[in-house]
Protein backbone atom coordinates (compact mmCIF):
# COMPACT_ATOMS: atom_id res chain seq x y z
CA UNK A 1 0.00 0.00 0.00
CA UNK A 2 1.25 3.38 -1.24
CA UNK A 3 0.56 6.86 -0.21
CA UNK A 4 -2.69 8.24 -2.61
CA UNK A 5 -2.04 11.41 -4.50
CA UNK A 6 -4.18 13.43 -5.90
CA UNK A 7 -3.07 15.83 -8.91
CA UNK A 8 -3.40 18.01 -11.80
CA UNK A 9 -0.41 18.36 -14.07
CA UNK A 10 -0.27 21.58 -15.15
CA UNK A 11 -1.53 22.74 -11.66
CA UNK A 12 1.93 24.38 -10.31
CA UNK A 13 1.06 23.57 -6.54
CA UNK A 14 0.61 20.11 -7.37
CA UNK A 15 3.97 20.42 -9.69
CA UNK A 16 6.05 21.63 -6.91
CA UNK A 17 4.65 18.58 -4.67
CA UNK A 18 5.48 16.30 -6.90
CA UNK A 19 9.06 17.98 -7.30
CA UNK A 20 9.52 17.27 -4.11
CA UNK A 21 8.19 13.64 -4.47
CA UNK A 22 10.33 12.73 -7.04
CA UNK A 23 13.91 13.99 -5.55
CA UNK A 24 13.44 12.00 -2.60
CA UNK A 25 12.06 9.20 -4.50
CA UNK A 26 8.77 8.59 -2.26
CA UNK A 27 6.91 6.23 -4.13
CA UNK A 28 3.03 7.23 -4.44
CA UNK A 29 -0.53 6.04 -6.27
CA UNK A 30 -0.92 8.97 -8.40
CA UNK A 31 -4.46 9.89 -9.14
CA UNK A 32 -4.92 12.41 -11.85
CA UNK A 33 -7.74 15.05 -11.21
CA UNK A 34 -9.98 16.21 -14.02
CA UNK A 35 -10.62 19.79 -12.28
CA UNK A 36 -14.08 20.09 -13.61
CA UNK A 37 -15.54 16.74 -12.27
CA UNK A 38 -13.21 16.38 -9.20
CA UNK A 39 -13.35 12.64 -7.46
CA UNK A 40 -15.69 11.87 -4.70
CA UNK A 41 -13.06 10.36 -2.84
CA UNK A 42 -10.46 13.31 -3.07
CA UNK A 43 -13.63 15.63 -2.03
CA UNK A 44 -14.21 13.43 1.37
CA UNK A 45 -9.93 13.48 1.84
CA UNK A 46 -9.95 17.19 1.60
CA UNK A 47 -13.44 19.34 1.45
CA UNK A 48 -11.24 22.71 -0.04
CA UNK A 49 -11.07 20.61 -3.46
CA UNK A 50 -7.82 21.96 -4.67
CA UNK A 51 -4.72 19.63 -5.87
CA UNK A 52 -2.66 18.42 -4.41
CA UNK A 53 -3.63 16.41 -1.64
CA UNK A 54 -1.50 13.29 -0.15
CA UNK A 55 -2.81 10.57 1.65
CA UNK A 56 -0.61 9.02 3.74
CA UNK A 57 -0.28 5.45 4.80
CA UNK A 58 -2.12 5.81 8.32
CA UNK A 59 -4.70 7.80 6.73
CA UNK A 60 -3.19 11.31 7.78
CA UNK A 61 -4.10 13.98 4.93
CA UNK A 62 -1.90 16.69 3.94
CA UNK A 63 -3.52 18.72 1.37
CA UNK A 64 -1.31 21.88 1.28
CA UNK A 65 1.90 21.81 -1.28
CA UNK A 66 4.52 23.18 0.63
CA UNK A 67 3.56 21.01 4.04
CA UNK A 68 3.80 18.08 1.20
CA UNK A 69 7.35 18.92 0.30
CA UNK A 70 8.60 19.36 3.55
CA UNK A 71 6.94 16.45 5.12
CA UNK A 72 8.69 14.04 1.96
CA UNK A 73 11.77 16.00 2.39
CA UNK A 74 11.74 15.49 6.31
CA UNK A 75 11.94 11.33 5.25
CA UNK A 76 14.33 11.68 2.88
CA UNK A 77 16.69 14.75 1.36
CA UNK A 78 19.16 13.00 -0.45
CA UNK A 79 20.07 16.40 -1.84
CA UNK A 80 19.76 18.75 0.77
CA UNK A 81 16.63 20.88 -0.94
CA UNK A 82 15.69 21.94 2.64
CA UNK A 83 19.38 23.51 3.45
CA UNK A 84 18.33 26.15 0.32
CA UNK A 85 15.13 27.19 2.08
CA UNK A 86 13.55 30.57 2.11
CA UNK A 87 9.95 30.63 3.78
CA UNK A 88 9.71 34.39 3.55
CA UNK A 89 10.47 34.11 -0.34
CA UNK A 90 7.79 31.56 -0.52
CA UNK A 91 5.50 33.32 0.77
CA UNK A 92 5.71 36.15 -1.27
CA UNK A 93 5.85 33.89 -4.25
CA UNK A 94 2.58 32.27 -2.79
CA UNK A 95 1.39 35.90 -2.21
CA UNK A 96 1.86 38.52 -4.18
CA UNK A 97 3.47 37.14 -7.41
CA UNK A 98 0.37 34.85 -7.04
CA UNK A 99 -1.83 37.26 -6.74
CA UNK A 100 -0.54 39.14 -10.04
CA UNK A 101 -0.48 36.10 -11.56
CA UNK A 102 -3.96 35.47 -11.71
CA UNK A 103 -4.80 38.21 -13.18
CA UNK A 104 -2.38 38.97 -15.60
CA UNK A 105 -3.32 34.98 -17.20
CA UNK A 106 -6.97 35.21 -16.84
CA UNK A 107 -7.84 39.27 -16.72
CA UNK A 108 -11.53 38.10 -17.82
CA UNK A 109 -12.49 36.22 -15.29
CA UNK A 110 -10.74 38.69 -12.40
CA UNK A 111 -12.19 41.84 -14.07
CA UNK A 112 -8.30 43.66 -13.68
CA UNK A 113 -5.83 45.25 -16.08
CA UNK A 114 -3.73 42.69 -17.45
CA UNK A 115 -0.53 44.99 -18.22
CA UNK A 116 -0.89 46.47 -14.23
CA UNK A 117 -0.51 42.88 -13.18
CA UNK A 118 2.61 41.83 -15.63
CA UNK A 119 4.17 44.97 -14.13
CA UNK A 120 3.64 43.96 -10.63
CA UNK A 121 4.94 39.90 -11.73
CA UNK A 122 7.82 41.33 -13.27
CA UNK A 123 8.48 43.31 -10.21
CA UNK A 124 9.25 40.02 -8.13
CA UNK A 125 10.80 38.75 -11.21
CA UNK A 126 13.57 40.85 -10.74
CA UNK A 127 13.79 40.49 -7.69
CA UNK A 128 14.40 36.77 -7.87
CA UNK A 129 17.11 38.08 -11.04
CA UNK A 130 18.96 39.94 -8.41
CA UNK A 131 19.38 37.02 -6.11
CA UNK A 132 20.46 34.81 -8.85
CA UNK A 133 23.08 37.67 -9.71
CA UNK A 134 25.24 35.92 -6.79
CA UNK A 135 24.64 32.03 -7.10
CA UNK A 136 23.29 29.99 -9.66
CA UNK A 137 20.26 29.42 -7.61
CA UNK A 138 17.90 31.54 -5.03
CA UNK A 139 19.50 30.09 -1.70
CA UNK A 140 22.88 29.26 -2.97
CA UNK A 141 24.92 27.00 -5.45
CA UNK A 142 22.94 24.07 -5.03
CA UNK A 143 18.73 23.86 -5.99
CA UNK A 144 16.88 23.94 -2.92
CA UNK A 145 13.26 23.59 -1.93
CA UNK A 146 12.79 26.98 -2.66
CA UNK A 147 13.79 26.27 -6.16
CA UNK A 148 11.32 24.09 -6.71
CA UNK A 149 8.41 25.96 -5.10
CA UNK A 150 8.60 29.06 -7.26
CA UNK A 151 9.81 27.30 -10.77
CA UNK A 152 6.41 26.11 -11.35
CA UNK A 153 4.85 29.55 -11.28
CA UNK A 154 7.39 31.16 -13.00
CA UNK A 155 6.93 28.32 -15.49
CA UNK A 156 3.20 29.60 -15.46
CA UNK A 157 4.12 33.51 -16.39
CA UNK A 158 6.07 32.88 -18.88
CA UNK A 159 3.80 31.08 -20.85
CA UNK A 160 0.95 33.28 -21.03
CA UNK A 161 3.29 35.97 -23.07
CA UNK A 162 6.26 33.86 -24.58
CA UNK A 163 7.81 36.16 -26.50
CA UNK A 164 7.29 38.98 -24.61
CA UNK A 165 8.82 37.21 -21.36
CA UNK A 166 11.86 36.09 -23.29
CA UNK A 167 12.78 40.06 -24.19
CA UNK A 168 12.64 40.58 -20.52
CA UNK A 169 15.80 42.09 -18.61
CA UNK A 170 15.94 38.56 -16.85
CA UNK A 171 19.02 36.40 -18.31
CA UNK A 172 20.16 35.01 -15.04
CA UNK A 173 15.96 33.87 -14.67
CA UNK A 174 15.85 32.39 -18.04
CA UNK A 175 18.54 30.36 -17.35
CA UNK A 176 17.51 29.22 -14.09
CA UNK A 177 14.24 27.95 -15.64
CA UNK A 178 15.24 26.35 -18.60
CA UNK A 179 17.45 24.82 -16.90
CA UNK A 180 14.44 23.30 -14.28
CA UNK A 181 12.55 22.50 -17.68
CA UNK A 182 15.66 20.30 -19.48
CA UNK A 183 16.13 18.53 -16.29
CA UNK A 184 15.08 14.76 -16.27
CA UNK A 185 13.39 15.67 -12.76
CA UNK A 186 11.03 18.20 -14.20
CA UNK A 187 10.55 15.00 -17.05
CA UNK A 188 9.96 12.38 -14.44
CA UNK A 189 6.98 14.37 -12.92
CA UNK A 190 5.17 15.56 -16.20
CA UNK A 191 4.15 12.47 -16.57
CA UNK A 192 0.80 11.79 -18.42
CA UNK A 193 -2.36 9.82 -17.00
CA UNK A 194 -5.86 9.82 -17.83
CA UNK A 195 -8.80 11.18 -15.05
CA UNK A 196 -8.79 8.69 -11.76
CA UNK A 197 -11.85 7.12 -11.79
CA UNK A 198 -12.32 4.19 -8.97
CA UNK A 199 -12.72 1.55 -11.06
CA UNK A 200 -8.91 2.28 -12.14
CA UNK A 201 -6.75 0.23 -11.42
CA UNK A 202 -3.92 1.88 -8.96
CA UNK A 203 -0.92 3.68 -10.69
CA UNK A 204 2.13 3.86 -8.95
CA UNK A 205 4.54 5.97 -9.50
CA UNK A 206 7.94 5.68 -8.23
CA UNK A 207 9.73 8.64 -10.42
CA UNK A 208 12.25 6.21 -11.96
CA UNK A 209 14.96 7.70 -9.04
CA UNK A 210 15.36 10.98 -11.01
CA UNK A 211 18.98 12.12 -11.06
CA UNK A 212 19.47 15.72 -9.17
CA UNK A 213 19.19 18.77 -10.67
CA UNK A 214 22.86 20.35 -11.83
Given at each position: ?64 S ?21 P ?6 D ?7 DR ?29 A?A???C ?16 Q????D?H ?26 M ?9 D?P?P????N ?5
Amino acid sequence: MLPILYSFRRCPYAMRARLALAISATPVELREVKLSAKPDAMLAASPKGTVPVLILTDGTIIDESIAIMRWTLAGDDPHGWLHHDDPALIAANDGRFKYDLDRYKYPERHGTDKDAHRAGGLAFLLELEARLASAAYLCGDRPGIADAAIMPFVRQYASVDPHWFAGQPLARLHLWLSTYLASDLFDSIMVRLPPWSPTDKPVPIDWMNPPPLR
